[in-house]
């Protein structure tokens, strides 16, 4: 495990930002490590969530947005059930991400541009299109050509489709985007 940064200044307005977006209070978190105990991404985090809550207690605010953990949460919601606090533990991991992503941390190389690429499959078919997917990852970072060669496999299971196939609903989809757009920007 990376040692732990707490070298910066503490910064109250991240504080408050985590805050306001989560609408959770970090000072309700007392480090009972709940959270940590049942997060299934834990072995590859390199700080555990309990310890990225109490960094956003300090106002670490570089050490919080630069750690790799913030985008490999798979947003299971284990450590939001498990606070004997009622804090939303994984609301609190979404609203990092959506900082780090905003501000231009990227603990991991090629995962902010994975996660870009990923919504924007979302937001355009209401799903995940594979292909698309892989294909705007490779164009935004030049990596993931050398999976390529398992696609005969993948394709002769049949387990994805060449072609999109779009959500009912999908402009629903789309709208929470333009929401969300709409409200980062304010
Ligand atoms: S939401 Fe993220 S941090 Fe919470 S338990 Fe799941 S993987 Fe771990
Ligand atoms: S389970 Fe809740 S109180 Fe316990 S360490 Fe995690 S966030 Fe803090």
Not at 112 to 122: Q, R
Request: aromatic share 8%; charged share 25%; proline share 4%.
């Amino acid at each position: 495990m990376t040692p732990i940064n707490l070298s910066n200044q503490y910064d109250n307005d991240f504080i408050r930002m985590v805050e306001e977006q989560s609408e959770q209070k970090m000072n309700r978190c007392y480090q009972c490590g709940n959270c940590t105990a049942g997060c299934p991404m834990s072995f590859a985090y390199d700080i555990p969530v309990n310890q990225i809550m109490r960094l956003v207690q300090a106002g670490q605010k570089d050490t919080v947005l630069g750690c790799k953990s913030i985008w490999l949460c798979a947003t299971c919601g284990a450590c939001t059930t498990r606070c004997p606090n009622n804090v939303d533990v994984a609301r609190v991991m979404d609203v990092l991400r959506q900082i780090a992503r905003r501000e231009g941390y990227a603990g991991v190389n090629g995962l902010k541009e994975f996660h870009d690429a990923f919504l924007e499959s979302i937001q355009a078919h209401g799903r995940v299109f594979e292909p698309g997917l892989l294909a705007k990852f490779v164009a935004k970072t030049g990596k993931g050509l050398a999976d390529f060669s398992l696609g005969p496999q993948i394709l002769s299971k049949r387990k994805i489709s060449l072609l999109p196939s779009n959500i009912q609903g999908k402009e629903e989809i789309a709208k929470i985007f333009k929401r969300f757009e709409k409200g980062a920007a304010a």
